[in-house]
């Protein structure tokens, strides 16, 4: 098997980042798009983990993040906010998980945790202050825990499925 260049893992990186990079700008501008970009934004920092480019997805992350940070999304910084804590590390830490074979009952627990403090703070930091009912923000808690655990368990199947699928899509590069 052909070992993949350094300058292969930079630019399909870079096109990592830019396609992110636009999905989370296009989210932050539109709100209808917002959990869109958040989506595309993880699809598009899966390609370099398909090639095994860790490195690559890291950086790939940082940029993108920054990135849509500078084009505008910096004036609506707690739009990004649930990317930049979760969604945008969480196709890694599923890299990280199926790389090492990590028991996938202890790691599901860890991320679940991970995505329900993710949520609480966004929801503090972005969305606390605009809620004028008094009982959202008394139950908000168990609300995340238990609603937002079990909207996890669907979204991480549907990742570790998506992650599959890219997979299959980049092995066809000639590389």
Request: include cysteine.
């Given at each position: 098997?052909k070992r ?6 930079i ?24 959990a869109?970009?958040?989506?595309a934004g993880?699809?598009?920092l899966m ?6 480019f860790?490195?690559g997805d890291?950086?790939a992350y ?10 505008g ?8 906010l649930p990317?930049?804590?979760f969604?945008g590390?969480?196709p ?5 998980q199926t ?5 996938a ?11 329900d403090?993710a949520?609480y ?5 972005a ?15 168990p609300v995340?825990?238990?609603?937002g655990?079990l909207?996890f368990?669907v979204?991480?199947?549907m ?17």
């Amino acid at each position: 098997m052909k070992r993949n260049s350094k300058s292969f893992e930079i630019a399909l990186s870079a096109i990592a980042c830019a396609v992110a990079t636009l999905f989370l700008w296009l989210g932050s501008l539109n709100p209808f798009l917002l959990a869109t970009g958040y989506l595309a934004g993880c699809f598009a920092l899966m390609v370099p983990l398909s090639k095994n480019f860790v490195w690559g997805d890291v950086l790939a992350y940082l940029a993108a993040c920054l990135c849509a940070l500078l084009l505008g999304g910096g004036a609506f910084f707690w739009k990004l906010l649930p990317f930049i804590v979760f969604f945008g590390l969480h196709p890694l830490t599923n890299f990280v998980q199926t790389r090492f074979r990590w028991n996938a009952i202890l790691c599901f627990f860890v991320k679940a945790v991970w995505f329900d403090a993710a949520m609480y703070l966004c929801w503090r930091f972005a969305f606390g202050m605009n809620v004028a009912v008094d009982w959202v923000n008394e139950y908000i808690v168990p609300v995340i825990l238990i609603g937002g655990t079990l909207f996890f368990a669907v979204y991480d199947r549907m990742i570790f499925a998506c992650q599959k699928s890219v997979n299959a899509a980049v092995r066809r590069i000639g590389r």
